[in-house]
């Protein structure tokens, strides 16, 4: 049953948008490898986007390099000669050093090889980071301009939020952006919620349990910004109306004369008339119209509400020059490292669960939308190059950091590690890195399934 309810058309869109970033991501960094490789005169046998047990899907020869696309769509490499990589190719590494080959570089030759895919992937996260800065500015809705207040979910009403209640302050700071607001305080220990209730100010404590159950939630369940169900246009594949249709600036106030004011409320009521025809009292001018529709199997009626924010709500709107953009965009890009470091010390503090934080592939990909969105694909994949560049420096065996260190460690004592010893090494950072991997897409595929 499971499968059957699944939005495959929504899951297609998402697996595109998850490949085109992670190709975009992986083919920069290993380019990285590849360019520094060249440039010290390294033989590159393989330059792979993908991995590619047993067979590829592309692959063809140029000079010493075979350029090819996997069919596992985990991550991408390069083969440099004489490198021990994740290849573990033991029979070229017995043979005499060649002046080709990477072990034969000096060893701040082999450093820059090591460290350029991470700084690729900084100096991309900046870039995108500054572009969609200026594109698209910011827009923030502070909460006290929050017109209707919020509609309070299970965890919010569990604390002592109700429907209406305006926030404020967090920490007794204002509230900038509610938006960011689960996050928020998830990533910054917040102690207390400072809300407006019918202008009186109420402070409410935040607990570590409440904290981890957010988390534990992927930040849903909490709360959401309540606003009027206005038409925005009509959806004419999937409405079915049996009774006059409802048109572009309608608003919804009543279904089957059980009436509501906001969005969150007709959401909840209209669950429980799936597949059914229902009457829609609507608000058009001046005049009342009845509108009697055909619900399909999710209870949807087949129209696209007025959701942009401004139209309601008087929200703070930023636009920046490109010599702004230049600031303001890298400051975001590593304000975005900096929440992604304190989610670490949270989970290794025992803050959160890390099977409640960890996830694969399948939750990478779930992040992107279930319809193309230009600004938050490249959102997401400025967040993904700046989260992989860190990740990949690491001293980590197997990972690029993991390399860098020996090749420090070397620079400073002088005695450069043996072939055996990393050959060891690799092989313990990859059991660690598949284990890992295998634990966090077992974890997702119990989310599935749960």
């Known amino acids: 049953m499971t499968l059957l309810v699944i939005n495959w058309s929504s899951v ?3 697996t595109l948008q998850f490949i085109l970033s992670f190709s975009i991501l992986v083919t920069l960094h290993e380019l990285g490898h590849f360019l520094t490789a060249r440039w010290f005169k390294c033989r590159v046998e393989k330059f792979y ?20 696309i996997g069919w596992v769509p985990f991550g991408g490499y390069v083969k440099i000669s004489g490198m021990i990589d994740e ?3 033991k029979e070229a590494m017995a043979q005499p050093p060649q002046p080709w080959e990477f072990r034969s ?34 827009e923030f809705l502070p909460g006290a301009n929050m017109t209707y207040g919020v509609y309070a979910d299970s965890l919010a009403t569990k604390i002592g939020i109700k429907d209406g209640d305006k926030i404020i302050g967090l920490d007794n700071k204002p509230v900038d952006d509610i938006m960011t607001l689960p996050r928020d305080l998830v990533l910054n220990s917040a102690k207390t919620l400072q809300i407006d209730r019918n202008g009186q100010p ?10 981890k159950q957010l988390n534990h939630n992927k930040l849903d369940g909490f709360l959401g910004i309540r606003f009027p169900v206005i038409v925005d246009s009509v959806d004419e594949k999937s409405a079915h109306f049996t009774q006059d249709r409802l048109q572009k600036g309608d608003t919804l106030i009543a279904l089957n004369d059980q009436p509501f004011k906001y969005f969150n409320e007709f959401s909840t009521m209209k669950k429980q008339y799936r597949g059914k025809v229902v009457a829609l009292t609507v608000l058009r001018g001046k005049d009342t119209v ?5 619900l399909d199997t999710a209870a949807q009626v087949g129209f696209f509400p007025v959701g942009e924010l401004s139209k309601f709500f008087k929200t703070v709107v930023h636009d920046y020059t490109f010599s702004e953009s230049i600031t303001v965009g890298t400051q975001k890009c590593f304000a975005t490292l900096g929440r992604y470091i304190a989610g670490l010390r949270q989970l290794f503090s025992g803050k959160i669960s890390a099977k ?10 779930n992040t992107f939308p279930g319809v193309w969105d230009w600004e938050r694909f490249w959102t997401l994949t400025g967040i993904f190059s700046i989260i992989l560049a860190f990740m990949n420096i690491l001293p980590i065996p197997a990972l690029d950091g993991g390399h860098a260190l020996f090749t420090i460690a070397e620079m400073i004592t002088g005695r450069k590690p043996s072939d055996k010893f990393m050959e060891y090494a690799q092989m313990a950072g990859m059991v660690l890195l598949l284990g890992l991997m295998a634990y966090a897409l077992g974890l ?4 599935i399934f749960k």
């Open 49 to 68: 986007l993908f991995f590619n047990p047993w067979f590829s899907l592309w692959k063809k020869k140029v000079g010493d390099t075979e350029y090819g």
């Open 202 to 211: 109420i402070t409410i404590p935040i607990t570590d349990e409440f904290v």
């Open 356 to 365: 409640d934080s960890l996830g694969s592939v399948i939750t990478i990909g």
């Open 87 to 89: 290849s573990m190719d």
């Open 12 to 14: 297609g869109v998402k």
């Open 290 to 294: 009845l509108v009697k529709a055909q």
């Open 444 to 447: 997702d595929v119990w989310r």
């Open 105 to 138: 570089k000096p060893a701040w030759q082999r450093l820059i090889i090591m460290t350029a895919g991470v700084i690729i992937n900084v100096l991309l996260a900046i870039v995108i980071f500054i572009g969609i800065t200026w594109k698209w500015g910011d």
